[in-house]
């Protein structure tokens, strides 16, 4: 049973950054797409980025340009590189596997705020 855990997250102003990762367990880790999904107060999960086993990256419109979504095969992690935040990118983010989800792990909260 894979597990993913997210972290980075954190209170920040607008226009600034935070770096986001997830470590996900199991084997063959690098055989499998994997997104970041976000979910703001009040709507549904909406996915903002994802990384082919190969590498190739697709975005949202909503962060195309801002945000950049990277993978460490070696650690079994990927990330999301999140910059020029704006009060509208605030949610819990979560990982996970594009076309063989898991269960979701507890998500890490991003707020932007002044």
């Known amino acids: 049973q894979v597990q993913l855990v997210e972290s980075g997250g954190g209170l920040v102003q607008p226009g600034g950054s935070l770096r986001l990762s997830c470590a996900a367990s199991g084997s063959a880790f690098s055989n499998y797409a994997f997104g970041w999904y976000r979910q703001p107060p009040g709507k549904q999960r909406e996915l903002v980025a994802q990384i082919s086993r190969l590498g190739i990256t697709n975005y949202a419109d909503s962060v195309r340009g801002r945000f950049t979504i990277s993978r460490d095969n070696l650690r079994n992690t990927v990330y999301l590189q999140m910059n020029g935040l704006k009060p509208e990118d605030t949610a819990v983010y979560y990982c996970?596997?594009?076309?063989?989800?898991?269960?979701w792990g507890q998500g890490t909260q991003v707020t932007v705020s002044s």
């Open positions: 996970n596997n594009i076309n063989f989800p898991a269960g």
